[in-house]
T-cell receptor, first 116, second 115 residues
Framework: GAVVSQHPSWVICKSGTSVKIECRSL??????MFWYRQFPKQSLMLMAT?????????EQGVEKDKFLINHASLTLSTLTVTSAHPEDSSFYIC????????????FGPGTRLTVT | AQSVTQLDSQVPVFEEAPVELRCNYS??????LFWYVQYPNQGLQLLLK??????LVKGINGFEAEFNKSQTSFHLRKPSVHISDTAEYFC?????????????FGGGTRLMVKP
């Protein structure tokens, strides 16, 4: 149980285009999902917290107009990187938390974004 | 505010030798503690967690960790490593008073197991 998927697993796009990454909880309902980015050989940096049916909460320094997050259902959150630039190239990882008093985050396998 | 320090960015070790990956945290409240493993180009897999109770926690793949409140540490150990243990290891904390709250990660330790 507690499986989180991400799609796509990797994507290459041209500078100036937009890319959407999906995060799905496959066997549980996730009231909260988190989005992280990870640069090579570095730790995970929290970008935003996404709650179903409400606006995402962005961490300081993360541009909300550039990284659009939508959590439209209890099993799906999407991250759209708008007008992508090479510096947005990174590994993006989502995690999901079940409802109630759950404390544990379940992580997706990550999405490698390369902007050329 | 919480913070996590992983003192070693890289730990080289020979196969079948014991290993300890160090983790210290700072927090003004009680914490939940986690160790995750990340293999190349993959997400994070939970190794073990401390929520309460026994300070010695056993996890998957033969790993264990000990919560030391006085030293604010949660070091990860394995008595005999395998080549397949080569990966990045992350220590993390969360605030138990905020269910499902965000994790604060350490910088990671790359474990390199040599034959």
């Amino acid at each position: 149980g507690a499986v989180v998927s991400q799609h796509p697993s990797w994507v290459i796009c041209k500078s100036g285009t937009s890319v959407k990454i999906e995060c799905r909880s496959l066997d549980f309902q996730a009231t909260t999902m988190f989005w992280y980015r990870q640069f090579p050989k570095q730790s995970l940096m929290l970008m935003a917290t996404s709650n179903e049916g409400s606006k995402a909460t962005y961490e300081q320094g993360v541009e909300k107009d550039k990284f659009l997050i939508n959590h439209a259902s209890l099993t799906l959150s999407t991250l759209t990187v708008t007008s992508a630039h090479p510096e947005d190239s990174s590994f993006y990882i989502c995690s999901a938390v079940a409802g109630g008093l759950s404390y544990e985050q379940y992580f997706g396998p990550g999405t490698r974004l390369t902007v050329t | 505010a919480q913070s996590v320090t992983q003192l070693d960015s890289q730990v080289p070790v020979f196969e079948e030798a014991p290993v300890e990956l160090r983790c210290n945290y700072s927090s003004s409240v009680s914490v939940y503690l986690f160790w995750y493993v990340q293999y190349p180009n993959q997400g994070l897999q939970l190794l073990l967690k401390y929520l309460s109770g026994s300070t010695l926690v056993k996890g998957i793949n033969g790993f264990e960790a000990e919560f030391n409140k006085s030293q604010t540490s949660f070091h990860l150990r394995k008595p005999s490593v395998h080549i397949s243990d080569t990966a990045e290891y992350f220590c993390a904390v969360s605030d138990p008073n905020n269910a499902g709250n965000m994790l604060t990660f350490g910088g990671g330790t790359r474990l390199m197991v040599k034959p």
